[in-house]
């Protein structure tokens, strides 16, 4: 994938190097938020008020982490407010790029750059950090608002209410302590967990993470016996969190990370609560599996030197026994 080091692109693999052959994920360089008036945020600095059009995402349609950004747009109503441009799949020696051969995929339509790094240049000529999605790019001043996935999704949960008037509330004060307590128990044990598993270079690596993978998901099939989504009885940030784990797992994590013991659709609760969020009205949309299956196994030849694309699963997301989906928060 590579790296900025300096302003200056280093060809490198995927998975940064450990002394243990651990995958490490490194820490996201921007992390300013936007406001309803442009006050300061918890990080970073102010100066980034919601307003239509101002905003611009760079995503991903493959990575998990921007494909929770694409789906707080469409819950939240802000597909007319932020624009939206999308990579190729296939991340090579030159990261991720605005080639245009692949379905779906939309060049840079506002810098008219040809990688992503350059939209890093952009920001910070000088910049020494790993190039990610998704961005959050401010067109008014030529910054770069946020590179952190989870705390870009709880802009746009809030932020934007006064522009849209749409008040779902996907991270409501009484259930703040709840959707943490779920996040921290997803987020390293499934989340992160099917990439340590997946990018491991020894097997004692692996043997931890790929435990934990599955130690998690049954205790999310557990949690949903008791409650109907994982923080209570209405959708919130955690579920959505989850969510793109889940839609990808059967389809690439389950064999190309060796996250294999079981499937999701092994699990009764869990699978139907899966298919029931990728039925929700708008979320579908968000979901395109020929940039999932193509990232993922032509992109890391460390783990798929011969870059063949496997016929996959039949998947039927069209039914679910949950009687019926809950989109409103």
Known sequence: MGRLVNGVWETGPVAPKSTDGSFQRADSAWRNWITPDGAPGPTGRGGFAAESGRYHLYVSLACPWAHRTLIFRALKELTPHISVDVVDPLMGEDGWTFATDFPR?????????????????????????????????????????????????????????????????????????????????????????????????????????????FETLDWMEDRLGRSRYLAGDRLTEA????????????????????????RIIDYPRLWDYTRELYQTPGIAETVDFEHIVNHYYRSHPEINPTRIIPIGPVIDWTETRRGGTRAAA
């Not at 802009?155 to 779902?168: E, I, P, Q, Y």
């Not at 889940?246 to 190309?256: A, C, G, I, K, P």
């Open 105 to 213: 995929t939309t060049g840079d339509t506002v810098l008219g750059t040809a990688f992503l790094r350059e939209v890093y240049l952009a920001d910070e000529p000088e910049a020494t950090t790993k190039v990610t999605v998704p961005v959050l790019w401010d067109k008014a001043t030529s910054r770069i608002v946020s590179n952190e996935s989870s705390e870009i999704v709880r802009m746009l949960n809030s932020a934007f209410d006064g522009v849209t008037g749409n008040t779902l509330d996907f991270h409501p004060e009484a259930l703040r302590d709840e959707i943490d307590r779920v996040n921290e128990r997803v987020y390293p044990g499934l989340n992160n967990g099917v990439y340590r598993a997946g990018f491991a270079r020894t097997q004692a690596a692996y043997d931890i993470p790929a435990r934990e993978v």
């Open 239 to 262: 579920d959505w969190r989850a969510a793109t784990t889940l839609f990808r797992f059967d389809l690439v994590y389950n064999t190309h990370f060796k996250c294999n013991r079981r």
